[in-house]
């Protein structure tokens, strides 16, 4: 007669697992976890940490900052400054011609990807809209540089038609290197609205009489508008905080080369209080954008 074999003794790793099964929402929490550490302590804290240094309070000496002495200067100065109030409204202006420009040329190319073009040549131009998202950003730039300079490319071509090129001095070469820029963050998201449309209510619209410029203006015109919207985010965004662009192409100083250049130079209250504008407007745009519906074309 053989002894019988001892029973296994799961270990701690099993036991926990099999705890852990049965809790599907301590599995979710556990997921979430270091998603969450990161979003709450490293970028939100971080940026708290920043804003906070608005309200703080700058030795008149040292220039340092004191923490936890509480002050509205940099506020002050912010608002009885004019040349805040001049690069503000500056910044502001060129974002929303950026995102003009884009909705303008983004459209067309959109449409003809989602509505006429085959589905080879469709996605052939889904290639090349995102092919220049895969080239550095700084790599653009540079070449912008080359083409707006004195003698480059755009003066040569203006030159016999007696028009002036841009150059690196006007803030035309801001507004024109960032549509170029954000351009496909347009196009994608109305591309995406485009091909939402049901062909069905096309086909009605046909059928009850609708010619094709009616179709579009009752028909698609209204049921891209949240993805038209949805891609203004971007292009607007991405134009009110960029400030590497601005300084190579021009010499026109936008919200983020002030908030630059007081970060730099030591003065971190105006630094962190400008920081604040951007901040406001775009939350101010979000809660207009999700008005129109834009979050769902996301």
Do not use: C
Not at 57 to 83: C, H, M, N, R, Y
Not at 192 to 209: C, F
Not at 254 to 259: K, L, P, R
Request: proline share 6%; no cysteine; net charge positive.
């Amino acid at each position: 007669m053989t002894p019988s074999a001892a029973p296994i003794q799961p270990t701690a790793g099993r036991r926990f697992a099999a705890w852990l099964h049965a809790r599907p929402r301590v599995q979710l929490r556990l997921l979430l976890a270091g998603p969450w550490v990161w979003m709450v302590l490293v970028y939100l804290g971080s940026l708290a940490i920043l804003l906070l240094n608005a309200f703080w309070e700058k030795d008149a000496f040292s220039g340092q900052v004191i923490p936890f002495t509480w002050t509205l200067d940099a506020f002050e100065t912010i608002f009885t400054v004019d040349v805040y109030r001049t690069i503000a409204i500056r910044t502001i202006s060129v974002a929303v011609l950026v995102t003009l420009t884009d909705i303008a040329l983004g459209f067309p190319i959109a449409y003809y990807m989602a509505r006429v073009a085959s589905p080879r040549r469709r996605r052939l131009l889904v290639v090349a809209v995102l092919m220049p998202l895969w080239a550095s950003y700084l790599v653009k730039i540079y070449a912008w540089r080359a083409i707006l300079q004195g003698n480059g490319l755009v003066d040569s071509i203006l030159a016999p038609l007696g028009v002036e090129g841009p150059g690196l001095t006007e803030v035309a070469g801001s507004w024109l290197v960032l549509s170029y820029l954000w351009l496909p963050y347009m196009i994608l998201p109305i591309y995406a609205g485009l091909e939402r449309i049901p062909n069905s209510l096309l086909e009605a619209s046909s059928d009850l009489g609708a010619r094709s410029w009616r179709t579009f203006r009752r028909v698609v015109l209204p049921l891209a508008l949240p993805a038209v919207v949805a891609g203004s985010i971007f292009t607007f965004s991405l134009s009110l905080g960029d400030y590497i662009t601005p300084a190579l192409v021009s010499n026109t100083k936008f919200i983020g080369n002030v908030i630059y250049d007081n970060s730099t130079l030591g003065s971190l209250p105006i630094a962190a209080a400008y920081s604040l504008l951007p901040i406001v407007i775009m939350v101010v745009y979000l809660l207009i954008a999700r008005r129109f519906g834009a979050f769902a074309s996301l």
